[in-house]
């Protein structure tokens, strides 16, 4: 297994969408609960979506109805696209994959108003 490596982060208007992949190389997604999170600068890091290894998907208030994380088995990659974006949105994304909570470098979003 290898680093996870998110990507597809950059300047967004607000009301704008974005799309973030995540590279899990070597996972077997069925085997895994790969979530995204997200850290706003002096604020601690929290869960905004998850896919379970069957399937299943779960998203805080925050989000839910905005954001919708999906996979790709074969391609071993995990999307999360983001709708309605608003400057409190703003933050670095990070992807894991559990068990063994493997972490992947960051891909800023930055919102603009």
């Known amino acids: 297994q290898s680093d996870l490596a998110a990507s597809g982060g950059g300047l967004v208007h607000t009301g704008g969408s974005a799309r973030l992949s995540c590279a899990v190389p070597?996972?077997?997604?069925?085997?895994?609960?790969v979530g995204w999170f997200r850290q706003a600068p002096g604020l601690e890091r929290e869960g905004i979506a998850q896919?379970?290894?069957?399937?299943?998907?779960n998203y805080p208030d925050s989000v839910k109805g905005r954001f919708t994380i999906s996979r790709d088995n074969p391609k071993n990659t995990v999307y999360l696209q983001m709708n309605s974006l608003k400057p409190e949105d703003t933050a670095v994304y990070y992807c894991?994959?559990?068990?063994?909570?493997?972490w992947g470098k960051g891909t800023l979003v930055t919102v603009s108003s």
């Open positions: 896919i379970t290894g069957g399937g299943s998907t």
């Open positions: 894991n994959a559990k068990p063994g909570n493997y």
């Open positions: 070597g996972f077997t997604l069925a085997d895994y609960a």
